[in-house]
């Protein structure tokens, strides 16, 4: 249905900040929310950040204070703005559109391929 492409990843040291990036091959209006994911090697899939059509947010409570979610609606992208980061936030980083309008961060809908974060000194 949907392509998602992340990008925007890299090596931050910590305290450092990273802006990610999801680019929708579809008019993001399609979908209820649009948000982000993240998956630490042997880990269960986490939610980090989602934001609906119009405009509400909700964020993990590990991220909250220190990530901000945003979208331009124009671009059909999605943006994830991290600062102060921490190694515990490694982890690859997943977009996701979901049009199940069942409520932010159940993890419904399409996923990106991800893209890798990697917070260390």
């Known amino acids: 249905q949907v392509q998602l492409v992340e990008s925007g990843g890299g090596l931050v040291q910590p305290g450092g900040s990273l802006r990610l990036s999801c680019a929708s091959s579809?008019?993001?209006?399609?979908?209820?929310?649009m948000g982000w994911y993240r998956q630490a090697p042997g880990s269960q899939r986490e939610f980090v950040a989602a934001i609906t059509s119009g405009g509400s947010t909700r964020y993990g409570d590990s991220v909250k204070g220190r990530f901000t979610v945003s979208r331009d609606n124009t671009k059909n992208k999605v943006f994830l703005q991290m600062n102060s980061l921490k190694p515990e936030d490694t982890a690859v980083y997943y977009c996701?559109?979901?049009?199940?309008?069942?409520?932010?961060?159940?993890?419904?809908?399409?996923w990106g391929q991800g893209t890798q974060v990697t917070v260390s000194s």
């Open positions: 579809i008019d993001i209006f399609s979908f209820y929310a």
């Open positions: 996701n559109a979901d049009d199940s309008g069942h409520g932010m961060g159940l993890g419904y809908g399409s």
